[in-house]
């Protein structure tokens, strides 16, 4: 998720802060991260010499592994896209990714809006067995397609939200709306925005890990960004100006990292642990490859997005304007489908969950949905992708055709996914 304000937008006043006690708040974070490092390097150790002793491993054989440990930690490739998919339309920021393989399915088409955070949008097609877009084919909507965001150029680092939402509304009309409107963590509250400004055009809403009141739940994010005391953006514009105009990925990826830094550790004690075991070094590469390539954002976006939404808060208190228009979401009367994680640190369940008390749709028709897990895995993580989305993209698949089988719908979503297997720790 992102810390922003494009320069065409309208400036609003920032909220005074305090800072001494969200630096507290930090300070205790710090402190119980120390702990879980030493925790987990210590279980990990303990885990490799013992495995290490029952195989009668020599010194050389423990030299041997330290060396595959270092290689497999390290190895990088560029994040790629694992289900068969056509890019349809591209403008300077986003490609639209058409995953429909043909179908002429009589089936309201489903959009999604993956994160973007300093990272590739394939998350939502992580790997061939943990992919978004192949659950919500296998539940019916067959008609899938996603953004692709391209990463901030010298050419793009002037573009603001204006520039993501009018890139949306191109793609729902080249698919022809209204569509089924999935957006995941940044994805959700661009989504939500969307949706406000033009509800004729989403046929249902779903929101996964996306902050819509992004100081509910006292998120590490908003503890940094109040602990940083700063009314006029001048660190954050300092940032930019260092990256000649954009912000740079690897700051967003060492960011997530030191937020807690704990499931860093515990990821690569997890690895040397499971040196000899195929199946979990080809999943820790998979993420690893994802996670550690990143790419840059415009400035102006991120300015925009730290101004407006982490500091004022401005899209649940209604103040927020674009282009003029005031975004409202008590515009947004349609299907409602939230997806929170119970042990989600950067957004919390609390803040997708708020988007209920901002719009019109019936009681009757918002979802809630909690994973045990994090925030990358509502993504991607197989207890979401077999658990819960299964039985939201039934719901969605109901409304979207006549003569839809939602049980049926479900059923085929979960096989989709293999059964849970000991996750990767990831933030």
Not at 110 to 119: D, F, K, R, W, Y
């Amino acid at each position: 998720m992102l810390l922003a304000v494009s320069p065409s937008a309208r400036s609003e006043k920032l909220v005074p802060m305090n800072p001494a006690i969200h630096s507290q708040r930090l300070l205790d974070r710090f402190a119980e991260s120390s702990a879980e490092i030493w925790l987990a390097t210590a279980k990990g150790a303990a885990a490799y010499w013992s495995d290490a002793a029952r195989r009668g491993a020599t010194p050389w054989d423990v030299m041997d592994d330290a060396v595959r440990w270092i290689d497999a930690a390290t190895c990088r490739e560029h994040p790629r896209w694992h289900s068969p998919n056509e890019v349809v339309l591209e403008c300077p920021v986003a490609r639209l990714r058409d995953f429909s393989q043909g179908s002429r399915a009589d089936v309201v088409p489903t959009l999604v809006l993956p994160p973007q955070a300093g990272h590739d949008s394939c998350i939502v097609d992580f790997s061939p067995e943990q992919s978004q877009m192949q659950v919500i084919r296998a539940a019916g909507l067959e008609r899938a397609f996603s953004l692709d965001w391209i990463g901030a150029t010298a050419q793009t680092r002037d573009a603001g939200i204006e520039d993501y939402l009018s890139f949306v509304e191109r793609c729902i009309e080249h698919i022809g709306g209204p569509v089924n409107l999935v957006g995941d963590c940044q994805g959700g509250w661009l989504a939500a925005i969307y949706a406000a400004l033009h509800p004729e055009q989403v046929h249902t809403l779903t929101l996964a890990g996306a902050p819509i009141d992004f100081h509910a739940g006292d998120p590490v994010i908003h503890n940094w960004v109040q602990a940083l005391g700063s009314t006029d953006l001048a660190l954050y514009r300092c940032v930019v100006e260092q990256g000649g105009g954009v912000l740079e990925g690897e700051h967003m990826l060492n960011g997530f990292i030191f937020i807690k830094p704990e499931n860093e550790v515990a990821k690569q004690m997890q690895l040397l642990t499971h040196l000899h075991d195929p199946e979990h070094l080809e999943r820790h590469h998979h993420f690893e490859t994802w996670f550690k390539h990143v790419q840059d954002i415009p400035g102006a976006f991120y300015l925009w997005i730290v101004e407006h939404l982490f500091v004022a808060n401005a899209l649940v208190r209604g103040t927020l304007e674009i282009g003029g228009a005031r975004v409202d979401l008590a515009r947004i009367d349609c299907p409602l489908f939230l997806l929170g994680g119970a042990r989600d640190h950067i957004t919390p369940p609390a803040q997708v969950f708020a988007a209920a008390d901002h719009v019109s749709t019936p009681r009757v028709d918002v979802f809630r949905h909690t994973s045990s897990g994090g925030h990358l895995g509502l993504f991607m993580g197989g207890e979401a992708l077999r658990e819960h989305w299964p039985p939201i993209l039934a719901a969605i698949y109901e409304r979207s055709r006549r003569d839809a089988d939602g049980p049926a719908a479900e059923r085929r979503a979960r096989r989709r996914t293999r059964p849970r297997r000991p996750a990767i720790p990831a933030p």
